[in-house]
């Protein structure tokens, strides 16, 4: 079983930067992918960022590529989202996942099966 925490939103003008993080209670973390998902009020819960379990390769949705960046720390168990140029349309509750096995490294939302509760970013125009 894995429990995901995550922290770090808040309420920030266009422009601002923010970081989010997740901590995992997992024992496995450092061998598996991790992944942000967002999910804008009335809006389906949408891919963001993943990344491979070293570290070494990352995965981004088009609409935060350049602007966002995913990171990883594997001796405390911490997955990092640091958010930079934010636009309102960033506004969402952002959501950290873990995949059920090691082998699987992916953009769909179906592939994660661990959640976090979630954390409110909220972007002013």
């Known amino acids: 079983q894995v429990q995901l925490a995550e922290s770090g939103g808040g309420l920030v003008q266009a422009g601002d930067s923010l970081r989010l993080s997740c901590t995992s209670s997992?024992?496995?973390?450092?061998?598996?992918?991790m992944g942000w998902f967002r999910q804008a009020p009335g809006e389906e819960r949408e891919f963001v960022a993943a990344?491979?379990?070293?570290?070494?390769?990352?995965l981004y949705a088009d609409s935060v590529k350049g602007r966002f960046t995913i990171s990883r720390d594997n001796a405390q168990n911490t997955v990092y989202l640091q958010m930079y140029s934010l636009k309102p349309e960033d506004t969402a509750v952002y959501y950290c996942?873990?995949?059920?096995?090691?082998?699987?490294?992916?953009?769909?939302?179906?592939?994660?099966?661990?959640w976090g509760q979630g954390t409110q970013v909220t972007v002013s125009s």
């Open positions: 997992g024992r496995t973390f450092s061998s598996i992918a």
């Open positions: 996942a873990a995949p059920r096995f090691a082998g699987t490294y992916s953009t769909r939302l179906r592939d994660y099966t661990y």
């Open positions: 990344v491979q379990w070293s570290g070494a390769d990352t």
